[in-house]
């Protein structure tokens, strides 16, 4: 498998918990917010979005929430499964074509 | 549904080698990206291409080219491998909408540069 894992900050849960992964963004003139999904040996996998407008979205058996306040962008996954193992991170997009990826949480699901 | 596709999938060059990644997308999406990824540091971009016939630096551009070939394709060029370039190579694609779309990624070239 692929070390894009080592020295990230992990969490780890008992399947069937809620997760709850926190990022903090860097850019107040951002607007536009995305959490992915990567697994081992697979590229990124877009979850959910949030525009700035909002400060919750909900998916299926997730929820982002947004805290413009504090810069802070969270992911909760409800009744997490071991198919939910990998590492996530967001995004953000400060105004331009570009989007700016924090360095990820990951996430070790035990049955 | 292929979405981003990526060739190759590994690669072990020499310092010194050139070569061509080659990313391919059938969405239709106007922008494209290249990224490496190295353990600890998250995505970092080389070189995009906001729309066909446009390319712009990324964060990270030394030791790189770029070609938009048309609105499918984007390659990455390196003219002379460097250890240092050693890393994981991710492609992505955006449809319109302005900077409010997510990006798709393709699954990656993993690069050894010995």
């Known amino acids: 498998g692929e070390s894009v894992g080592l020295h990230l900050p992990t969490l780890s849960v008992q399947e069937g918990d809620n997760s709850i992964i926190n990022c903090a963004y860097s850019?107040?003139?951002?607007?536009?917010f995305i959490w992915y999904k990567q697994e081992s040996g697979k590229g990124p996998q877009f979850i959910i979005d949030?525009?700035?407008?909002?400060d919750k979205r909900q998916g299926q058996r997730v929820t982002v929430l947004l805290n413009k306040t504090v810069k802070h962008l969270s992911l909760q996954i409800a009744a997490t499964q071991p198919g939910d193992s990998a590492v996530y991170f967001c995004a953000e997009n400060p105004g331009y074509s570009t989007l700016t990826f924090g360095k990820g949480t990951m996430l070790l699901v035990s049955p | 549904n292929a979405g981003v596709t990526q060739t190759p999938k590994f690669q072990v060059l020499k310092t010194g080698q050139s070569m061509t990644l080659q990313c391919a997308q059938d969405m239709n999406h106007n922008s494209m990206y290249w990224y490496r990824q190295d353990p600890g540091m998250g995505l970092r971009l080389i070189y995009y291409?906001?729309?066909?016939?446009?390319?712009d630096k990324g964060e990270v551009p030394n030791g790189y080219n770029v070609s938009r070939l048309n609105k499918r394709e984007f390659s990455l060029r390196l003219e002379s491998a460097a250890p240092s370039q050693t890393s994981v190579y991710f492609c992505?694609?955006?449809?319109?909408?302005?900077?409010?779309?997510?990006?798709?990624f393709g699954d990656g070239t993993r690069l050894s540069i010995l």
């Open positions: 850019n107040s003139a951002s607007d536009y």
């Open positions: 949030i525009r700035s407008n909002m």
């Open positions: 992505a694609s955006r449809g319109p909408g302005g900077g409010n779309q997510p990006q798709h």
């Open positions: 291409s906001a729309s066909e016939g446009t390319t």
